[in-house]
């Protein structure tokens, strides 16, 4: 076929689409409290959308060479992808209309649910921080091409002069990340529909070049992603029968398939053999492909390789001579080169000259304005040499020796205490006796009941938080106001009934930042969001140098409610592996080596707060799973690091004293071995959405310590039922024995709003007696 245009020399595989200041955020939860209409978010996210292509052309990526992508969402792309093949679960039929399409009200009621219909499950986007809806397919979906939503995107930036590149998630990573519908068979793969599914694609293909456009981005992460339970072989068939049915489109775009996240391994050889145009290659976390076979050395020579060189996972300005040396390196298997972002930048805030309370700090730093300026500057190195680019190659090295040698970075006393740990310093006693110790102390039911932490961050807590940081409200009214919060949070709970209460931390405005905030080696950010799913938006911290706890961060707020109540706290804590996940962490030394000196600095707080009298303590690690690495050859040493820093922030406290930990959004199976050897008392775990799917991983491992999965799904508005809660925590009994077995919400309930989480909290409390009931147990 004859290529419009040539791939660009430079451009970036996605950009936040949240806005500079969370427009879209705050217009499509203006949508679904009904303030404003769907015409008139439509108006927002037109503005949205046309004010990011002109940013990004200002910043140097080409308006008419396909350099800019044409990667909006309102909520989650695999949402999008499912919602234009057809690809709607049968509980939502009611919401697609007679031409196959579904509305904005619809798209959310998918993403969110109603009533009795559970929205679709939520997991991770592979090992970044980003939650993504996952697609339920079986052998009855019939997909058609049920939105045009993509097509009228790509003409709307034409109707203004641009000629962007649509990005789609490809078709291999959407059946790979989909799970089988309820109506499946036992043992159905959605990949074995792969072939009912390409036609849609094909058909997409065309309309978009019909509509102009002259590249179109494939995104095939899964690739790349060694834990997908699929059989490789079948995933490699896929995509060689995927990419030659989709290559063979009569008048498509060129096609450009991307797959961030890591290396391509034994995927290369298949797409340097398809019909497409271009591969990007993600340089950061994979390598330089090296020993190709002659064959797929002579088929990459005829590609467009696009140097993934920057790195669009994290926020760090680095070496761009190193980046530049790296793409031109491309150049030995293909005189056809452009240079790109890893992956899309939209896990990083958008501009760091937002911020002006970074100091020196900010030198160091590239958000996602500073990284498409990073990509110019190296394309145009490619083009024009590297003299060219020579300024700029040299500030970037500058800065980094600057960062290198700067104080605090590297600090004597927290390199000498973690040097100086031993075997005993990361392991408790026998958790049997453990267990009958913490039993004696603590006196809970059969079924003990709590929460995961938070309680809802009502709009007074977020004003007062903000009034203080203005200087507008004095340090004691604010304290005043933060503890007549807890004594009303303490007060609902004991009126429910709850067994083990929180404090609900009305004084965090995150659960990492919390932290950073009280941390030595952390800085944070005024503007700094990204998204985490839907509208949910986190302002990840910097970890830029050594760790260190300068005084008690907690105990002071545990000890308040302790007073309040004869039931016992929970103290809350946030566990090094998600403070590092969650954060943008130093890139200059191991990770098991920052996580070590977070867990000493939690190991400090832990121990003070069981002096205070504290006889539970959660150290919430949901981003265990999340940083599990994609290549199955990494996987030996993160999880030594991860649970090795986990055990050395727990493993100093008294057997009376109870252990808790969380994670959400996890596949339990994959990690039950890391959980298991967590050695904590008790570990909850998101398992609502997925219908306590969980349970099985629990039963086949012979799991011995406290389990909660969770009963009530709070990333949803949705209110449980009594008899959904009771068939919950029946399905996890008839798995789990009943000494085992706590009950709790999935996650903490920050988002959530007062009349849903008490209604709903109820509920949970009505069910879990009437199976105490059931098992002649009252209480």
Known sequence: MTIPTPFPIGTILGYPRIGRHRELKKAVEAFWAGDI?????????????????????????????????????????VLDVAVTVGAIPARFASL???DGAVDLVGYFTIARGEGDKAPLEMTKWFDSNYHYLVPEIGPETVFSLSSDRIVREFAEAKSAGLVTRPVVVGPVTFLLLSKPSDDAPAGFDPLSRLG???????????????AGAEWVQLDEPAL??????????????????AYDVLGAVAGRPALFVAAPYGGLDDALPILAASPVEAIGLDLVRGELPQGLDGTTAVNLARKTLVAGVIDGHNIWRGDLEQ?????????????????????????VPHDVDEETGLGELADWLAFADQKVAQVVTLARGLVNGKAAVRAELDAASAALVNRRSAPGVRVGAVRARTAGLGDADFNRGDYAARHSAQEAVLGLPFLPTTTIGSFPQTSDIRRARAQLLRGSLSEQDYLELMRAEIRRVVELQEEIGLDVIVHGE???????????????????????????????CTRPSILWGDVSRPAPITVEWSSYTQSLTSKPVKG?????????????????????????QVALALRDEIADLEAAGIAIVQVDEPALRELLPLKRKDHANYLDWSVGSFRLATAGVRDETQIHTHLCYSEFGVVIDAIRELDADVTSIEAARSRMEIVADVEESGFGHGFGPGVYDIHSPRIPSVDEVTELIERALASIPGRQLWVNPDCGLKTRGYAETVESLRNVLTATRAVREKAGVSA
Request: hydrophobic share 40%; net charge negative; charged share 20%.
């Open 37 to 77: 209409t769907a015409e008139e978010l439509e108006l927002t996210t037109v503005g949205l959308r046309a004010a990011t292509r002109d940013r990004l052309a200002a910043l140097g990526l080409g308006r008419t060479d396909s350099a800019i992508p044409e990667s909006f969402s309102y909520y989650d792309q």
């Open 96 to 98: 697609v209309g007679e």
């Open 196 to 210: 009912e599914l390409l036609p849609v694609y094909a058909e997409l293909l065309g309309r978009l070049a019909e």
């Open 224 to 241: 790349v992603n060694e834990s997908i339970v699929v059989a490789r072989d079948a995933q490699l068939n896929g995509l060689a029968h």
């Open 323 to 347: 980046a530049f040396d790296l793409a031109a390196s491309v150049r030995e298997l293909s005189s056809s080169v452009a240079v790109s972002t890893s992956t899309s930048l939209l896990h």
């Open 506 to 536: 009305p004084e965090r405005n995150d659960m990492v930042q919390y932290f950073a905030e009280n941390l030595d080696g952390f800085a944070v950010t005024q503007n700094g969001w990204v998204q985490s799913y839907g509208t949910r």
């Open 572 to 596: 809350m804590l946030t566990g090094p592996v998600t403070i590092l996940a969650w954060s943008f962490v130093r890139d200059d030394q191991p990770l098991g080596e920052t996580a070590r």
